[in-house]
């Protein structure tokens, strides 16, 4: 509701325009009235309105000389109607000098308080709209020039931006902000993961308020990574007088609140300034990398996972060389015999948390970049991931040996299928799946199954030929079924909603909705009209 601020010395007047207009009705609220230009100025110096009307004769101050005041204190930016019984072009000359937007003359008439009313509506609205583009344009410019810096490929004037726009202080984090338990990425639409992310980014803003410049959206450039990005500073703790552990829980509590799920964040290595933010930002991608080994936590830090002390920390190098090369000759059986191995050896060396941490990490690093030498256009670390996670899903203990030696599996299956490029072929046997089979409950996990492929793999290189997901490219040709069905058959929306594969028909009519702009019904008549006017 727009607020609006009635000053006029005459009390009648006052209560004759409250009642000469529905406000409600046309989205207003008489917020307060005021006697004279003095009190309104006085309220002005505390509240906000969108629209003044005021007498243009007042004692103490007069219309004029509040109009003047303020906007030249920058008091208020109210839109501003003069009533006035003088038809003196110099009065309304005066008024238009300081932005006034209207002079009417008294008495007032309904139609023109009406035409006057909705002319500011109007114009705060064209307002708002175009605040709004420019904090988007304002926004997505800050964005660019951070996540230049965060890439390590910026240059002075893309740091200089950063510095000028963005409070900051030593001690400065990357954190990504990402859900937890996020089901396989190809179980769920892309719209519905951006619908998802960008309720993050909201409520993370909110939650920053005069700091959410901190918080970016769209770091990743990987297709199906819907996280958020957060710049920490010490200040922020500081400011809250908390530690920098309960600030970040804080958020995190908000957060999981609000969006009604379980949130994880991966907290990068504390850097000096905002110029070595690059640093932050590569260790918070390993640990997301790498948080499939350890314990699960809503809170990872860098400092706390990757533990290393070059001083009396050993690498079982020459088992886990030997691990590294039966895996990338997908032997299974020399595979568990090298794991097997490698964990004796661990556990000879006495080896405690850090310890095995580190020759986990060497390990996953080294088959990185065993795969990106196969092919460099896949991303390795999301593969690397969703894999050990699958692992994990079989019910090995997170971090065991039974589960590195699942993961150790998959991951040489998933070479062996880079070194085959079978994706072509495969992909075609894919869609003549779905044409047969769009009905039935597709999944990349089942189809994996049945063409012998890595289904983390499969979704990168359907997503990389249809620049979709399984998911979405699914329900796409459902919906094109459906259409056709409507244009053949006379049967019932429920019915056809069951055919093409949905169990739930208002499910179906959103999806319709979506890739149409109409309701199954609405398509139907409509196909039907033009093919009779063409008839």
Not at 406 to 426: D, M, P, T
Request: hydrophobic share 40%; proline share 1%.
């Amino acid at each position: 509701m727009l607020k609006v601020l009635l000053v006029d010395d005459e009390p009648l007047i006052v209560q004759g325009l409250s009642l000469l207009l529905d406000w409600e009705k046309e989205g207003y609220e008489i917020a307060a009235t005021a006697q004279n230009g003095k009190e309104a100025l006085s309220y002005l110096r505390e509240n906000k309105v969108d629209l003044i009307i005021a007498d243009i004769k007042m004692p103490e101050m007069t219309g004029l000389e509040l109009l003047e005041t303020i906007r030249r204190e920058q008091v208020s930016d109210a839109y501003f109607v003069i009533l006035s019984g003088y038809s003196d072009f110099s009065y309304a000359q005066q008024a238009i000098h300081y932005a006034c937007m209207d002079y009417v003359l008294k008495p007032v008439e309904k139609e023109v308080l009406t035409e006057i009313i909705r002319k500011a509506a109007n114009m705060s609205a064209t307002e708002i709209q175009r605040q709004e583009d420019k904090n988007q344009m304002e926004q997505a410019y800050m964005a660019r020039n951070v996540i230049a810096l965060l890439l390590g490929k910026y240059d002075a004037i893309n740091l200089k931006y950063v510095m000028d726009h963005m409070h900051l202080s030593d001690g400065v984090r990357y954190i990504d902000i990402q859900l937890m338990n996020a089901a396989d990425p190809e179980d769920l639409e892309d719209l519905e993961m951006r619908s998802w992310q960008r309720k993050l980014y909201q409520n993370c803003s909110e939650y920053l308020k005069e700091d959410e410049a901190h918080c970016i959206l769209d770091v990743s450039s990987e297709e199906n990574i819907y996280d958020v990005g957060f710049i920490y500073c010490d200040y922020m703790a500081a400011k809250n007088d908390c530690s920098e552990k309960e600030y970040l829980e804080k958020l995190l509590s908000y957060l999981n609140v609000a969006l009604k799920q379980k949130l994880v964040m991966m907290v990068g290595k504390k850097v000096a300034d905002i110029a070595s933010i690059s640093k932050s930002y590569g260790t918070a991608c390993m640990l997301n990398s790498l948080q499939a080994f350890h314990d699960r936590k809503e809170i990872y830090f860098y400092e706390e996972e990757i533990q290393v002390n070059h001083d009396g920390i050993l690498l079982c190098k020459t088992e886990l060389d030997n691990l590294i090369s039966v895996i990338e000759q997908n032997d299974k059986l020399r595979i568990h015999e090298a794991v097997d191995k490698l964990y004796e050896e661990l556990r000879r060396m006495g080896a405690m948390g850090e310890m095995i941490n580190l020759n986990i990490n060497y390990l996953l690093f080294q088959l990185i970049h065993v795969a990106t030498k196969q092919d460099d256009c896949v991303n390795q670390e999301e593969i690397l991931h969703l894999i050990s996670e699958s692992a994990f899903e079989d019910g090995a203990m997170r971090g065991s040996k039974i589960h590195l030696a699942r993961f150790a599996c998959e991951y040489a299956e998933y070479l062996a299928q880079l070194r085959k490029n079978v994706s072509r072929g495969v992909l075609a046997m894919i869609e003549q799946e779905v044409k047969a089979r769009f009905a039935e409950n597709l999944t990349l996990r089942d189809l994996g199954q049945k063409y012998f492929i890595n289904n983390a793999y499969l979704g990168q290189v359907f997503r990389k030929k249809y620049n979709q997901s399984f998911k979405d490219y699914l329900n796409n040709y459902r919906i094109e079924q459906a259409a056709q069905m409507l244009l053949r058959t006379d049967d019932k929306i429920y019915k056809i909603a069951e055919d093409v594969g949905y169990k739930n028909t208002d499910y179906f009519i959103n999806k319709f909705i979506a890739a149409k702009g109409c309701t199954p019904s609405k398509f139907r008549k409509q196909s039907l009209s033009i093919a009779k006017s063409i008839d």
